[in-house]
């Protein structure tokens, strides 16, 4: 089992090539039960490849990722499934589909994951849009809605099973600042009233500040940094501070040649 209890996920010495190019290189990574967890980085970071192994969509090329105190790295896809069941997963595009209604959507897992008859799961579902502000949007269709009405929807049908984890993929993308500030305050209450572990992927300064406990920089498929909210904000590091304050000039140059480019891959 994982060496820390209190950690509901850790991941021990990552590495992800594709060819010769390392995409993660050595990650190890502590995340704990109970809190939220925000992943911060550059384009090419790797922070979405992360995530992908996290949740099973892609196989390490060595390391451990141990998700309550199980290995998945190598699982076979029927144990990784059982595994899955204990997370939820809230994609960028929010993925709803549009032929169904907004209550069918959140329903689908209820269906495909339990025996439960439609009167319990019609319940279930009223009960999750109650808790992301949308209460009586059961027959509507996702085109009737707005963006950030579709977020809710999709965070709705992550927590559909009562999931000891859910993963965001930036929550905020395409939203206008007001309504991501409201998917924001939507996931710290979910995570504090339901005891929920979330893991948010975010560019975003501001989301990532006014969530996380813990937040995680990675660059060049490292973790760079890891600390609080202020910890982060006032590290000493120059990279940190000019990825935080989303400056031109600094540790990371503006201008490079092609063979700069290259030769950083290649570092990484």
Same mark, same amino acid.
């Given at each position: 089992m994982s060496l820390n209890p209190e950690n509901i996920v850790e991941i021990k010495g990552l590495v992800k090539r594709f060819d010769d190019r390392a995409v993660l290189d050595g990650i190890d990574l502590e995340i704990p039960a109970g809190k939220t967890t925000v992943i911060m980085g550059g384009s090419g970071c790797g922070k979405s490849t992360l995530l992908r192994h996290i949740i099973g969509l892609l196989k390490p090329t060595e390391g451990e990722i141990w998700i309550d105190g199980e290995n998945v790295a190598g699982m076979k896809e029927k144990d990784m499934?059982?595994?899955?069941?204990?997370?939820?997963?809230?994609?960028?595009?929010?993925?709803?589909?549009?032929? /169904?209604t907004v209550g069918d959507n959140v +329903?689908? =897992?209820?269906?495909?994951?339990?025996d439960l008859p439609n009167e319990i799961i019609r319940i279930i579902v009223k009960?999750?849009?109650e808790l992301v502000g949308l209460t009586g949007f059961e027959s509507f269709m996702p085109y009737q809605i707005s963006g950030g009405m579709k977020k809710r929807v999709?965070?709705?049908?992550?927590? +559909?099973? &009562? =999931?000891? /984890?859910?993963?965001? &993929?930036? =929550?905020g993308a395409g939203l206008d600042p007001i309504t991501a500030s409201m998917i924001d305050q939507l996931i710290h &209450?979910?995570?504090?009233?339901?005891?929920?572990?979330?893991?948010?992927? !975010?560019?975003e300064m501001k989301s990532a500040f006014r969530i996380a406990d813990k937040v995680v920089i990675l660059h060049k498929g490292k973790v760079l940094e890891v600390g609080t909210a202020h910890e982060i904000q006032n590290s000493?590091? =120059?990279?940190?501070?000019?990825?935080i304050k989303g400056e031109p000039e600094g540790a990371i140059p503006?201008?490079? !040649?092609? &063979? +700069?480019?290259?030769?950083g891959l290649l570092e990484t």
């Open positions: 499934n059982r595994v899955r069941r204990k997370f939820g997963m809230l994609f960028q595009g929010s993925a709803l589909f549009n032929s /169904m +329903a689908l =897992p209820l269906r495909e994951h339990t009960v999750k849009l999709a965070l709705a049908r992550a927590i +559909a099973l &009562d =999931p000891k /984890m859910v993963f965001y &993929d930036e =929550p &209450d979910l995570s504090r009233k339901l005891k929920i572990t979330s893991v948010v992927v !975010t560019h000493k590091n =120059p990279y940190v501070q000019q990825f503006f201008y490079q !040649t092609s &063979d +700069a480019y290259l030769k």
